[in-house]
């Protein structure tokens, strides 16, 4: 473990992809990024105090997080609400570092994009708390060398900072956690966000919208070109720039559907719980090879794995090995890392409506495994280029 360092002595110095295989991290007795020190969730302010997070209009170095007109050109969020309002209420819930998102194949452009990336959604009082509607807007910023080392410098004082209190598994940050979203710690991290963030850098973004009732969600992405929006398409689904997941049933009795499903792929399988009573015992299991695989970071990446499925298929699976026995022991598609903690612990558990990768459902906490396992990755990538005392 490490020795811990004061919280409130902040050094001076200065989200998901395969990062290349690192050598060996440092020793488990010295200084070692761990999931929470790559991966940032914060927790839901106070009332009142919801513009401590920051919102797509704060401006930094590299200019506003997300203009107004580019906002302009995603669906709207969330069905009957107004577009200005959730423009306002847009803030930025998680923070992730990722030192190689698949790029073009060169020589278009780099194989390894690094990035910092950004989870937004719609933060707002209801019943006299602060919670969050349903729907995101995931932001990408691609960074050349010299300003992703300016990054990897804020990320390794602020694991000083922590000291081992960001061990264990991934959760709303606990360091956050403690000092709240006013405190050095956050000021920190937003220091980093608002030095390699902004239009100029900015390079993608990810939506997913919901209707009114709460259970169809529609997944989409834009690539940014010439500072403006440009239709991306959906791995697995070349035809379509739009892919939409229905849900009606419970955590007991799963009535989900991707609307469409990729061909030649059997996820579909565990989202219904009829499906699964009529599916014979080597439908499952492929269907559960394919759920493993959309979580493991060395068998697919966002360029190969369409959104929807990317996002359920965590739930999916934890329900098909609760109620239908699956078992992913010894699994070969299995990810494993035995230097983190791997565990699943957001506050939303199975809910088949949370569709969210690293983010909240209402006040609930609500990420993926995908989520967790890049996670690991990218802290061995990054723990590699750790300074030499």
């Known amino acids: 473990m490490r020795s811990f360092v004061v919280l409130f002595t902040l050094a001076a110095v200065a989200c998901g992809a395969p990062p290349q295989r ?6 488990m007795s010295g200084p070692r990024l761990d999931l929470n020190d790559v991966s940032f969730l914060l927790p839901l302010p ?5 513009a401590s997070l920051l919102s797509m209009a704060d401006d930094g170095m590299k200019g506003p997080l997300l203009p107004r007109r580019l906002y302009d050109g995603l669906p709207l969020l969330v069905e009957k609400q107004s577009a200005d309002a959730l423009y306002r209420e847009l803030r930025v819930v998680s923070v992730r570092v990722d030192p190689c998102f698949p790029g073009a194949a060169p020589p278009a452009a780099p194989s390894c ?3 910092v990336r950004l989870v937004a959604q719609p933060v707002f009082v209801e019943d006299g708390g602060v919670t969050t509607r349903d729907a ?17 410098g804020h990320l390794f004082a602020l694991d000083a900072a922590a000291g081992d209190i960001t061990d264990g598994p991934l959760d709303v940050h606990p360091v956050l956690r403690r000092q709240g979203l006013d405190g050095p710690y956050h000021g920190r991290l937003k220091a980093m966000v608002l030095e390699a963030c902004g239009l100029a850098t900015l390079s993608r973004v990810a939506f997913m919208s919901v209707d009114d009732a709460g259970r169809q969600w529609r997944f989409g992405a834009f690539n940014v070109v010439g500072g403006a929006l440009v239709d991306d398409l959906i791995p697995r689904l070349p035809m379509l720039k739009v892919q939409v997941f229905q849900e009606f049933g419970s955590e007991t009795f799963r009535n989900g559907a991707l609307i469409p499903a990729a061909p030649n792929d059997t996820l579909d399988t565990l989202l219904s719980e009829s499906a699964m009573r009529l599916a014979d015992r080597r439908t499952l299991d492929k269907a559960l090879t394919s759920a493993l695989r959309v979580e493991h970071p060395e068998r697919s990446s966002p ?8 996002h359920v298929a965590s739930r999916a699976r934890r329900n098909a090995e609760t109620f239908h026995h699956l078992d992913q022991t010894g699994h070969a598609d299995l990810y494993t890392a035995p ?37 690991a990755q990218v802290a061995q990538a990054l723990e590699a280029l750790r300074p030499k005392p």
């Open 136 to 152: 995101t807007v995931h932001l990408f910023y691609s960074l050349d060398a010299a300003t992703f080392s300016t990054a990897l």
């Open 46 to 50: 106070m009332m009142g105090r919801e």
């Open 22 to 27: 690192p050598g060996p991290v440092a020793s």
């Open 303 to 310: 360029k190969t794995v369409d959104c929807a499925s990317c």
């Open 339 to 375: 230097s983190f903690d791997l565990t699943r612990v957001d506050a939303v558990k199975d809910d088949p409506r949370a569709l969210r990768a690293f983010g909240y459902l209402g006040k609930d906490s609500a990420f993926s495994q995908r989520t967790i396992n890049e996670s």
């Open 113 to 115: 994009v690094k990035q």
